[in-house]
């Protein structure tokens, strides 16, 4: 353990103390010399982002629940934290037992976005554990990685000693079993490393090879030897009823992003948005039902203390039993005044039944992702919704007494051009229209309707993955038409930076050869590089000259069907024929319908036997 008495003169000196003390309500504390596996649940990023994650909750009181397993959780200190650390030379320690983490037997980090690599850099750093992968010896703890960003492990590839590809509730308990029995055989950490590389759903990079082309395209991935895999296939969970769901969870002392109950209805999407990653990552659907979930609503509302519930998936409005749920949730928690909040609703299936019940409670901003302004270019992404849809949503919602309105566009979408941008001013137009429409009586609040734009990212795994995305410049002069289109002062833009964008497309379809720049941009002090006060894109750009990569190479440039890809190697279940069709038929504007409709054979019911579709 750290030094207590140093400890507490560093708390007194940094912003939020709390998020550096632990032993919250519903945290664990257990006796460390009376357990086998000391496991600590890595964020990199913030406590308050950290605690926001469901996938935390999750993995923490499963892990917990096992008697010889002791999970605690170790987050990005902040910079003045930081500082603070170093200046006393105290290695970054676990919530729980203020133990440094390098002596855990593992330290798992969970990459939910591309941007949180330097801080994963930065925390091993702190915590004094070598930060390749080839550099760590026997005692050192294995680190692991899992999570949305490690369906492309590859940028990772050095730093990561293995990775956990898919759902982790699946497979981080055999994981464990075989830790222990290794241990009690006082096996070597490359022996440990061949035992994980035998379960499905774990990838070790160090047991693969890469060939290059001349031009610098993949020629070649494959295991090194014939004991290992030469095709990594995700893990999943078939019955969500079934799996493990937390019914105790942490509540911090401070306020998170989200201080609320997170209910988890389903997971998967079946309407296939041709830029979507966790659409296609995450098939096939599997929903929790009604009744687990209001037995889950009621044991967390009672632990935890929280005001609101909120439905999490990646589309609550298709959630077959929506109307159900909220029905009951409401009928439940009324008189405790628990409030329900439904983001990821669609428009199209935008029920005024459900608008309706949720008022009754309490009323919050309502948010819309049309994605793209024009119809050509929506049936382009598949996004299936039309602008009657929308006004259609909103002219209801204003009717019921809302007054402020989020619009998510992106921009640089494939086959955009720029009429498709002048779209989004036009349908922002039209809802504040629609506003005005409304009899004078019936309009209430002043309004207010905020267009945001994120800048188009090609992820692996998507009918995109090929397309190069629009450079800074271009972005930027999107941008700029976009903002100077907008002359209403009862509308907002706002817009992502072009050059975080950029970078997160380097990550997003990266191979190992980032790893380099990875590191060298950390040493030049990049970390935080999603917290726009942090960015400092000039110092990437230095690391990618020093390390003569070109980043534009893997966020700019076309690729071609026959290409290796670096994720290739990675088995979602959607196939890459699929894939394909979708980015030919995007071509053409064709739309695919919602799956639920009618299969579109997108392959997972064939990879994933067992009738999950
Ligand atoms: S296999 Fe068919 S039904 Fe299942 S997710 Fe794919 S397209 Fe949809």
């Given amino acids: 353990m750290i030094n207590k008495d140093t400890l507490d003169k560093i708390l007194s000196r940094v912003e939020k103390p709390a998020r550096y003390i632990g032993n919250e309500i519903n945290s664990y504390n257990k006796n460390t010399k009376e357990v086998k596996v000391r496991f600590a649940f890595a964020f990199p990023d913030i406590y308050e982002v950290g605690m926001s994650h469901l996938g935390l909750h999750i993995l923490y009181n499963l892990l917990n629940k096992e008697e010889d397993v002791f999970c605690e959780r170790v987050f990005a200190p902040w910079v003045d934290m930081e500082h603070e650390l170093r200046k006393y030379n105290i290695p970054l320690y676990a919530l729980e037992s203020k133990d440094p983490i390098n002596e855990f037997d593992f330290v798992g980090f969970t990459l939910q976005y591309e941007m949180s690599y330097t801080n994963v850099l930065n925390m091993l750093n702190l915590a004094h554990i070598p930060l390749l992968s080839k550099d760590r010896k026997e005692g050192d703890p294995f680190i692991i990685a899992g999570g949305p960003c490690a369906y492309n492990p590859e940028p990772l590839a050095d730093i990561i000693d293995f990775f956990v590809i898919g759902e982790s509730e699946e497979l981080i308990l055999e994981i464990i079993e075989i830790y222990k029995k290794w241990k009690e055989n006082n096996r070597t950490r490359e022996e440990f490393l061949e035992d994980v590389s035998q379960i499905q759903g774990v990838y070790v990079p160090k047991f693969y090879e890469v060939t290059y082309n001349q031009d610098g395209t993949i020629k070649e991935f494959r295991p090194k030897t014939d004991k290992y895999p030469s095709v990594i ?130 009323k919050t901003g309502l948010t819309f992702a049309p994605e793209a302004g024009s119809q050509r270019l929506r049936d382009i992404i598949n996004k299936g919704i039309n602008e009657e849809d929308l006004i259609n949503s909103v002219r209801d919602a204003f009717y019921l007494g809302w007054s402020t309105v989020k619009l998510y566009f992106m921009i640089g979408l494939p086959y955009e051009n720029y009429d498709d941008i002048l779209g989004i001013k036009d349908l922002a137009y039209k809802v504040k229209d629609t506003y005005f429409g409304l009899p004078k009586d019936k309009r209430k609040g002043n309004l207010k309707v905020t267009v945001s734009t994120s800048c188009f990212v090609p992820k692996p795994f998507t009918p995109f993955q090929w397309f190069g995305q629009d450079t800074i410049e271009t972005f930027k002069e999107k941008q700029r038409y976009l903002g100077s289109s907008i002359k209403d002062k009862k509308i907002t833009y706002n817009f992502h930076d072009p050059e975080l964008s950029f970078l ?75 894939l394909i069709k979708e980015n030919e038929k995007a071509k053409e504007g064709i739309l695919t319908r919602d799956c639920r409709k009618g299969c579109t054979g997108c392959g997972i019911n064939i990879s994933f036997t067992g009738g999950v579709c």
């Avoid at 050869?513 to 990437?540: H, M, P, T, V």
């Fill in 233 to 362: 296939k995700k893990r999943i969970i078939k019955n969500l009823d079934e799996v493990y769901f937390p019914d105790r969870v942490i509540v911090p002392y401070i306020e998170t992003v989200h201080d609320r109950v997170m209910l988890e209805i389903f997971r998967g999407c079946t309407r296939g948005c041709r830029f979507c990653q966790a659409g296609m990552i995450y098939r096939p659907v599997r929903e929790r039902s009604v009744d687990r979930l209001l037995d889950y609503a009621q044991k967390l509302v009672e632990i935890t203390g929280h005001e609101e519930i909120s439905l999490s998936s990646l589309s609550t409005s298709d959630y077959s039993k929506l109307e159900e749920l909220v029905k009951s949730l409401i009928d439940k928690f009324k008189d405790k005044k628990i409030g329900l909040s439904l983001p990821s609703l669609r428009l199209d299936s935008f029920s005024l039944d459900i608008i309706q019940e949720i008022q009754k409670v309490r």
């Fill in 504 to 578: 997160e497309a380097v990550f997003a379809r990266g191979d190992r050869r980032l790893s380099k720049a990875l590191i060298i941009a950390w040493q030049k002090g990049c970390k935080f590089d999603g917290w726009a006060d942090y960015f400092n894109y000039e110092k990437w750009k230095e690391a990618f000259r020093e390390t003569e990569i070109d980043p534009s190479f893997y966020a700019n440039r076309h690729r071609e069907y026959d290409e290796v890809l670096p994720w290739d190697f990675i088995d979602v279940g959607v196939s890459k024929k699929y």
